[in-house]
């Protein structure tokens, strides 16, 4: 695993609550930030945090709306001091295309893709005006670079984070802000542990190269890559970590 000194550094997590949000959150403190775990639900938060300052971390909750610009712009007054931001809140309705509701896919793209956008613009303007830069993290997914069935709206979602993601970095560079896309393929937590033991899900993994799903461990080099110094002269990339998924044959 790369070994990312990010102490003193102040890093926001959105979606944290829980799943791939809980996890970067803890793999960032290990790494010595100081972070902020930002989700609607405050108790959920709360509760996160404090597991993390009792494994000696530094963590403090904030209620955070992504897809409501106020709520983003009094979380982030709070922590004017944010140079890490891993923009992972996001959600997903499956349903057949034809059968999507219009309320459902607008809040999927208000989620995923406005939310991305509202939380990267409050951050970045803070990093411009301090002139230290920083780094964003935007947490797309392999169903942005190739779709999967009943996903409409999530992988339109996540393709327009990509392009997102090279947009904001193309305009950011010149403020030493760097702004990449980690792209996960199918990781192993307790929500979809059960589909997978199904057989359609068994049929899904078998079509993984390496045959296994991803550890959320797994996740930790990749993220740190981006969110550090250790990836000082990357941005605008599309780092997928799929165990080969992307490459399977058609």
């Not at 102040?10 to 775990?37: N, W």
């Not at 069935?149 to 996540?158: E, F, I, N």
């Amino acid at each position: 695993m790369i070994v990312a000194d990010l102490a003193g550094k102040r890093a926001l997590v959105t979606g944290a609550s829980g799943g791939l949000g809980l996890h970067f959150a803890q793999v960032l403190a290990k790494q010595g930030a100081h972070v902020v775990l930002g989700a609607r639900r405050i108790d959920a938060v709360n509760d996160a945090a404090e597991a993390i300052r009792a494994a000696g971390g530094d963590a403090k909750a904030v209620a955070l709306d992504v897809t409501d610009g106020a709520s983003v712009a009094r979380a982030l007054e709070k922590f004017p001091d944010v140079s890490i931001v891993v923009n992972n809140a996001g959600i997903a309705t499956p349903a057949a295309a034809i059968d999507l509701d219009e309320a459902e896919f607008d809040r999927v793209i208000d989620t995923n893709l406005k939310g991305v956008l509202l939380v990267a613009q409050a951050s970045a303007r803070r990093m411009r005006d301090r002139g230290e830069g920083g780094s964003i993290v935007n947490i797309a997914s392999i169903t942005g670079l190739r779709v999967a069935g009943q996903l409409a709206a999530y992988a339109t979602s996540k393709a327009a984070v990509i392009q997102l993601t090279k947009a904001l970095a193309l305009e950011w560079a010149r403020y030493g802000i760097r702004v990449n896309a980690l792209c996960p393929g199918y990781i192993e937590t307790p929500l979809n542990s059960e589909f997978f033991a199904t057989e359609p899900g068994r049929a899904l993994v078998k079509r993984i190269p390496q045959r296994r799903l991803g550890r959320l461990e797994e996740l930790d080099g990749p993220l740190l890559l981006l969110a550090s110094d250790a990836g000082s002269y990357m941005t605008g990339t599309t780092l997928v970590a799929d165990g080969g998924h992307l490459v399977s044959s058609l």
